[in-house]
Every structure is written in structure tokens, then in C-alpha cells.
């Protein structure tokens, strides 16, 4: 990898709006990929970097871009709890339903990890919460098994 696309993963992780808008006008290519399948927006994103998150998306960073293991963004901020972050991937365009590896979906991290303002937020948007992972299992199966009783409660109310 050459130096300036380091540079972009290394703005991108820390937030640095200023070196990205120079590296972006320098013509680097965004959807850039690391050794992981990381791009410059999953960096952004899942190190809470707003700014730098709104600029690699307005600049047209793949929203729906998967790691390695088939991780999006989205993904990542439902598992950190990083609302605003996500709230400006799902205005961008993100797939609520876009399914890893392993079959798991934002709603199914935000479920299991206790991020039910992220529950809301991906169900107020339209997630399916009857998509399953690799084990047969859905959101609210998961909301069970980890006792969040609160997202069994917000999903069992859009299921009315």
C-alpha cells in the first residue's frame, strides 16, 4: 500500500477532516482496502469519527462496503453504540439488512451487545428483524439468549 492511502486509513482513524479533503482532492481512492478489508469509512465510523465519516461519505465511499468477515460500518456502530454515526450511514443509503459471515445483521449487533437506542434506530428504518444468522437465530432469539429484555420489548412492538 502507498503512502497516501496509509495516510487515509491513518485520517480516517483519527478523525483528521483536513488530510482527508487533501487526499480526496489528491484523487486516493476511498474504497481503498486494508489487509483486514477495512476501508477508510469503516475506520472512520467505527473509530466515532463523525466528520470524518460525513466527508468520505460525501465524497462517495461505498456506504455498504464489508470487511473481511463481511462487516460494514453500520455493523460496527451498532456493536460500538455510535447512534449519530449511524443515523448519517442509514441518510447515505446503508443496508439495514446486509447479512456478514456469519449471517449476523446491525439489528443483531445492537441486540446482543445492549445498544437498544441503535435497536430502535435500525427498526425506525426499516430492518427485518426476521432475517436469521448461521444458527438459525433472529434479533429477538438473540435479545433472549443475552437477557436484553428492553430490545425484546422494542421488537416485539413493531411485530404488533
Same mark, same amino acid.
Request: glycine fraction near 10%; hydrophobic fraction near 45%; aromatic fraction near 4%.
Given at each position: 500500500?502507498?503512502?497516501? $492511502?496509509?495516510?487515509?486509513?491513518? /485520517?480516517? @482513524?483519527?478523525?483528521?477532516v483536513a488530510l482527508l479533503n487533501e487526499l480526496i482532492a489528491a484523487g486516493v481512492?476511498?474504497?481503498?482496502?486494508?489487509? @483486514?478489508? %477495512?476501508?477508510?469509512?469503516?475506520?472512520?465510523? %467505527?473509530?466515532? +469519527?463523525?466528520? /470524518?465519516?460525513?466527508?468520505?461519505?460525501?465524497?462517495? =465511499?461505498?456506504?455498504?462496503?464489508?470487511? =473481511?468477515?463481511?462487516?460494514?460500518?453500520?455493523? #460496527? $456502530?451498532?456493536? &460500538? #453504540? %455510535? =447512534?449519530?454515526? =449511524? !443515523?448519517?450511514?442509514?441518510?447515505?443509503?446503508?443496508?439495514?439488512?446486509? +447479512? *456478514? #459471515?456469519?449471517?449476523?445483521?446491525?439489528?443483531?449487533?445492537?441486540?446482543?451487545?445492549? @445498544?437498544? &437506542?441503535? $435497536?430502535?434506530? $435500525?427498526?425506525? *428504518?426499516?430492518?427485518?428483524?426476521?432475517?436469521?444468522?448461521? @444458527?438459525?437465530?433472529?434479533?429477538?432469539?438473540?435479545?433472549?439468549? +443475552? #437477557?436484553?429484555? !428492553?430490545? /425484546? !420489548?422494542?421488537? !416485539?412492538? %413493531? *411485530? +404488533?
Amino acid at each position: 500500500m502507498d503512502s497516501q $492511502v496509509n495516510a487515509l486509513f491513518d /485520517a480516517a @482513524r483519527t478523525g483528521d477532516v483536513a488530510l482527508l479533503n487533501e487526499l480526496i482532492a489528491a484523487g486516493v481512492d476511498i474504497n481503498s482496502r486494508d489487509a @483486514r478489508g %477495512y476501508t477508510p469509512l469503516i475506520l472512520a465510523a %467505527y473509530n466515532e +469519527q463523525l466528520e /470524518a465519516t460525513r466527508v468520505l461519505l460525501e465524497a462517495g =465511499a461505498d456506504v455498504n462496503a464489508g470487511d =473481511a468477515g463481511g462487516n460494514t460500518a453500520l455493523m #460496527g $456502530v451498532c456493536f &460500538k #453504540g %455510535y =447512534a449519530p454515526i =449511524a !443515523e448519517l450511514l442509514i441518510a447515505h443509503g446503508a443496508d439495514l439488512n446486509l +447479512q *456478514h #459471515g456469519n449471517g449476523g445483521t446491525a439489528l443483531m449487533f445492537a441486540t446482543m451487545f445492549g @445498544r437498544n &437506542k441503535l $435497536v430502535k434506530l $435500525v427498526m425506525d *428504518h426499516g430492518a427485518n428483524p426476521t432475517l436469521r444468522e448461521n @444458527r438459525g437465530l433472529t434479533a429477538m432469539d438473540l435479545a433472549i439468549q +443475552q #437477557g436484553n429484555v !428492553e430490545a /425484546a !420489548e422494542i421488537l !416485539e412492538a %413493531y *411485530h +404488533q
